[in-house]
């Protein structure tokens, strides 16, 4: 613990030499990181060259064969299926989707028999909530010309 709380990070140089040559150099050396007062210590060196007459090159020589605009979805992304909505709708045979009634869960001792009847039946979705349906469960089979 004592050796960590006297960790300090000392740069031996760091330059940036211009020469009046065509080319720039930028150069780091010697990073040293010593978390002891032992001979192990941590030694980075790192140097990296810009070439100046790559940076003037002359691009506009270059021209790309003109691409149409063509929406493709990015490979390795999945649409996730929004499990509460993936219980409550079903696709028909057909393509149709289907779905409960609502108005069945509760205070039903003043419902007729007639009118449980009618909320028990599996009707099917409205074709303005196809989309939001669609939305929700994305590898849903569905035949969307279905009326």
């Known amino acids: 613990m004592a050796a960590l709380a006297s960790a300090t990070a000392t740069v031996s140089s760091s330059a940036l030499r211009l020469p009046p040559s065509s080319s ?17 210590s941590l030694k980075l060196n790192w140097s990296a060259s ?6 003037h090159q002359n691009h506009s020589a270059v021209t790309a064969p003109p691409r149409s605009l063509t929406i493709v979805a990015a490979k390795g992304y999945k649409m996730k299926t929004h499990k509460a909505s993936a219980k ?15 108005g069945k869960q509760h205070l039903l001792y003043k419902k007729n028999k ?29 035949n969307r010309q279905a009326t």
């Open 24 to 40: 720039s150099r930028l150069s780091f050396t010697s990073v040293k990181l010593p978390f002891s007062n032992n001979a192990n």
């Open 50 to 55: 810009i070439s100046a007459p790559i940076l």
């Open 88 to 102: 409550r709708f079903r696709v028909t045979g057909a393509g149709k989707i289907i779905r409960r009634r609502a």
């Open 114 to 142: 007639k009118r449980k009847l009618r909320l028990s039946k599996l009707v099917q979705v409205n074709r303005s909530d196809y989309n939001n349906v669609i939305g929700a469960l994305p590898y849903l089979k569905v």
